[in-house]
Nanobody
């Protein structure tokens, strides 16, 4: 099991930046996959960025070149650096962790990101 706590959301103007953090309750170095997803009102949750323990990283096309996922194994924390934010990035952002391959993911409670002038 793992508990995930997101932070760092807020209100930002278009073109601005935010960094989200996801603190895990256990070591993340052996977790199979972790990632960030988002859900806007009336829309399905979508994967924004993720990585596997093997080093593979993937991004949604809509955020490539603007968002960067990273991790700090010593702090058991995963980050999502979001630059050049757009109003369409407005959503609740969730951190997830898949302990082993093909297992159901654990989710955090989410953090709201609002991009508006």
């Amino acid at each position: 099991q793992v508990q995930l706590v997101e932070s760092g959301g807020g209100l930002v103007q278009p073109g601005g930046s935010l960094r989200l953090s996801c603190a895990a309750s256990r070591s993340i170095s052996s977790i199979y996959a972790m990632g960030w997803s988002r859900q806007a009102p009336g829309k399905q949750r979508e994967l924004v960025a993720g990585f596997t323990s093997g080093g593979r990283t993937n991004y949604a096309d809509s955020v490539k070149g603007r968002f960067t996922i990273s991790r700090d194994n010593f702090k058991n924390t995963v980050y999502l650096q979001m630059n050049s934010l757009k109003p369409e990035d407005t959503a609740v952002y969730y951190c997830s962790a898949q302990i082993v391959s093909q297992s159901d993911p654990y989710w955090g409670q989410g953090t709201q990101v609002t991009v508006s002038s």
